[in-house]
């Protein structure tokens, strides 16, 4: 098991957001590492600002250059480069249906709840999004419901972004009410990473008020490593799940943080211990600055199958693939033969 951080566990998440680390050097000093191998990487954080919560850094390991949740989030030289088919809209989502709403699957809708998330993936698909277009706030989310309730084919909402447990409880709790009032919906659907970098964004208050809620609720985390499940994120993740709350997680393959069995297989058991399932795992999205990131297709398969011969089918992950105007994720064939 991986002991409670070292953090205090009472600071509301509101303060630890304004308690994260905003440069690279501020994070490799906490972690007694010298900035200077790093120091030509360093000015990438110009490309994607540097977010990093306490508590998530307090899950790394201290004077280790190559821990696996450092390396998600620290700026590196490799973000420079401009490879071939890495592009800033992987998925082709930069026009969308309405300003913060994507309608890309035929019942399903994403809203883009807030723009801003809590720590800044270096690998994520929307790091060049153009939020200030697509988060109309509290105040903008009419036409959303409208478009909506226009729609009888609509059965569920994602709540996405940037991060949708950014917003507060109470902004959360209006547009559900709003969402309730909808007849042929049916699932509210929220993907976050923010539980798992400050695990006290799992409030009581928005608990009760999903497990309230007509709508049948889905929490669809995104960890990459079992590094990132602490015994306090498992307890609010456990408390959730008691509530009825559906909790589901969907991870990145990435070189040099996942890319081994040894590595997925912890992952799945430490999801499961939490209460949680494998849901996807996904092939990195060819988003411009990430490309250091890529797992080659004939690895990810390997992996895949060697998790088979580990694992029970319920926590292998779905290896998949977005493909910008397809109808869903695409699941990428794992070429198996009988033996």
């Known amino acids: 098991m991986i002991p409670l951080n070292g953090g205090d566990l009472h600071i509301p998440w509101q303060k630890e957001l304004a308690r994260a680390f905003t440069t690279p050097e501020q994070l490799l000093d906490y972690l007694g590492l010298d900035a200077a191998p790093w120091q030509p990487g360093l000015a990438a954080r110009r490309l994607f600002p540097m977010r990093v919560p306490r508590p998530f850094a307090d899950k790394m390991e ?9 390396r998600q989030v620290l700026p590196l030289v490799e973000e420079f480069a401009e490879v071939p088919g890495f592009v800033t809209d992987p998925l082709d989502e930069h026009d969308s249906a309405l300003p913060g709403l994507l309608h890309k699957y035929r019942s399903r809708v994403l809203l883009v709840l807030r723009g801003g998330c809590a720590v800044n993936c270096r690998y994520c698909f929307r790091r060049h999004f153009p939020y200030a277009d697509n988060s109309p706030g509290q105040g ?10 226009a729609h009888p084919e609509i059965n569920e909402v994602i709540l996405s972004g940037g991060d949708p447990l950014m917003a507060r409880d109470e902004h959360i709790a209006a547009l559900l009410d ?37 709508l049948r609720p889905v929490l669809v985390l995104h960890v990459n490593h079992a590094h990132e499940v602490d015994d306090y994120l498992a307890s609010r993740l456990h408390s959730w799940q008691r509530a009825g709350i559906t909790l589901l997680n969907q991870s990145v393959l990435l070189a040099g943080v996942n890319d081994t069995a040894d590595a997925l297989e912890a ?35 390997a992996l895949i199958s060697e998790l088979l011969s580990r694992l029970p089918g319920f926590l292998v ?14 699941p990428l064939d794992l070429h198996l033969e009988p033996r």
């Open 62 to 70: 201290k004077g280790n250059p190559r821990d696996p949740l450092l």
């Open 140 to 149: 903008g989310w009419q036409p959303a419901i409208d478009y909506i309730a």
């Open 178 to 214: 709003e969402l309730e009032g909808i007849a042929h919906l049916r699932r509210l659907r929220i993907h976050s990473r923010l539980p798992v970098v400050i695990p006290a964004r799992l409030t009581d208050r928005l608990r009760d008020r999903l497990a309230q809620s007509r």
């Open 267 to 301: 992952l799945s058991e430490r999801l499961f211990e939490a209460g949680v399932l494998p849901y996807y795992l996904h092939q990195l999205d060819k988003v411009a600055g990430a490309a250091h990131f890529a797992v080659s297709d004939e690895h990810a398969r």
């Open 317 to 330: 992950p779905r290896l998949v693939r977005e493909i910008g105007g397809e109808h869903s994720k695409t």
